[in-house]
């Protein structure tokens, strides 16, 4: 049953770590196998119960815009071979959800781009999803931080525990424990600490659910780290005051795969194909042959 939520994704980053590829083409649009990054992450949204999206878009959106419209020249092409295989994956990102966009203008960080998303997300609680995490399908994490949110009205954070090294590339989690050990409650957070200062080894992984008052806070939220208006920063706001709803924090431990930089892309490609049934089997043990030359 659809939910009354929307989902916003912003996708309006530049890309520079994936340049050239991405001189023309959103980051987003990057193939992960064969369906582009954003694909994986409205299909997570549309499996939670999500069929509003929105996405938050800068420059080169039309790929964007394209990929999840209809192709009529490619359909009837395809429908005429007979190529029903394939016609129905062409069908399956145009038929996926009701998706609109928005432009972001300037880039000024991630909570200025889920700020663009107030008109059209008004006062009811929705999700954000990180393009560059992706969450496998077969382990549930959205669905269960909308059943948390719905529980306590509280903004949510997903959480998965990293390495002390790497958390200086995340925001992360003070804590305190509750009864249950997949869920905490966030007491404050911090932008990408250095790993001497972070409050935890507990990093925020791209999916929130929040409520519609982060939008005041956003508001009034100045630049912070790298110059930017930070998400991270209104949560923390939110986590500080007592009086206001509250962060909690499910923690993830499942599978994830980083397509953010280009070892960790190419490590989910790996992963997800080595995975599937009609890429595995051949793949598997030509990796196996390949890694035992290196
Ligand atoms: C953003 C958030 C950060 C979070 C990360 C997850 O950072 O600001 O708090 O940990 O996403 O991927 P970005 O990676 O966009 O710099």
Do not use: C
């Amino acid at each position: 049953m659809p939910l009354n939520m929307k989902a916003v994704i912003p996708a309006a980053g530049l890309g520079t770590r994936f340049l050239p590829a991405t001189k023309a083409m959103p980051k987003e649009m990057l193939p992960v196998v064969d369906k582009p990054a954003i694909q994986y992450v409205v299909e997570e949204a549309v499996q939670a119960g999500i069929d509003d999206i929105l996405i938050i878009i800068g420059r080169n959106k039309n790929a964007l815009a394209n990929h999840f419209d209809s192709v009529p020249e490619l359909e009837s092409t395809l429908n005429a071979k007979g190529d029903t295989a394939r016609l129905r994956r062409v069908l399956e990102a145009s038929d996926l959800a009701d998706i609109h966009f928005v432009r972001q203008g300037e880039p000024k960080g991630l909570g200025h781009a889920v700020l663009r998303a107030r008109t059209h997300v008004g006062e009811a609680s929705f999700a954000v999803l990180l393009g560059d995490d992706l969450i496998d399908e077969r382990d549930e994490l959205l669905t269960r931080m909308i059943a948390e949110h719905e529980r306590t009205g509280s903004a949510i954070v997903a959480l998965m525990e990293v390495d002390p090294a790497h958390i200086h590339m995340y925001g992360a989690a003070a804590i305190e424990a509750t009864d249950d050990p997949d869920l905490v409650r966030v007491t404050g957070l911090v932008e990408k600490p250095s790993a001497d200062v972070a409050p935890s080894n507990l990093a925020i992984i791209g999916r929130y659910v929040l409520p519609a008052s982060v939008f005041e806070i956003l508001e009034r939220t100045g630049p912070g780290k790298g110059g930017e208006i930070q998400l991270t920063d209104a949560l923390q706001e939110m986590a500080a005051d007592p009086d206001g709803p509250g962060v909690s924090g499910v923690v993830f431990r499942g599978r994830r795969y980083d397509t953010g930089d280009r070892l960790d892309y190419i490590k989910a490609i790996v992963q997800l194909a080595s995975d599937r049934d009609d890429l595995g089997p051949d793949l598997r043990p030509w990796l196996k042959d390949f890694a035992a030359g290196l």
